[in-house]
């Protein structure tokens, strides 16, 4: 059982940036694909950010891509989310995501992920 815990959100205003952080505790997540995902009020959740177990390469959503840097640590278990230039649209739940899928996989949505964290908010004021 792999458990993700996410960390770093908050409250800031446009232009600034955040650090989300992802930690898995029980198995390690070594050779699971790693992603973000984001949900808006109102709205469906939608693909962020990826990188496969290796991380040799990263996918992104178009409009985080130049702002938003996924990176991965597979000795410490931990997953960052990179975000910069905030903008107000970014505002969401971002939720961490582990698939035994690819990578690119999870850039088509949340079907072949089998484990989520619990979500931690993002609130960016104009």
């Known amino acids: 059982q792999v458990q993700l815990v996410e960390s770093g959100g908050g409250l800031v205003q446009a232009g600034d940036s955040l650090r989300l952080s992802c930690t898995s505790s029980?198995?390690?997540?070594?050779?699971?694909?790693m992603g973000w995902f984001r949900q808006a009020p109102g709205k469906e959740r939608e693909f962020v950010a990826a990188?496969?177990?290796?991380?040799?390469?990263?996918y992104y959503t178009d409009s985080v891509k130049g702002r938003f840097t996924i990176s991965r640590d597979n000795a410490k278990n931990t997953v960052l989310l990179q975000m910069n230039g905030l903008k107000p649209e970014d505002t969401a739940v971002y939720y961490c995501a582990a698939s035994r899928n690819t990578a690119q996989t999870m850039t088509k949505g949340s079907r072949d992920i089998d484990y989520w964290g619990q979500g931690t908010q993002v609130t960016v004021s104009s």
């Open positions: 029980g198995r390690t997540f070594t050779y699971y694909a």
């Open positions: 990188i496969p177990w290796t991380g040799a390469s990263t």
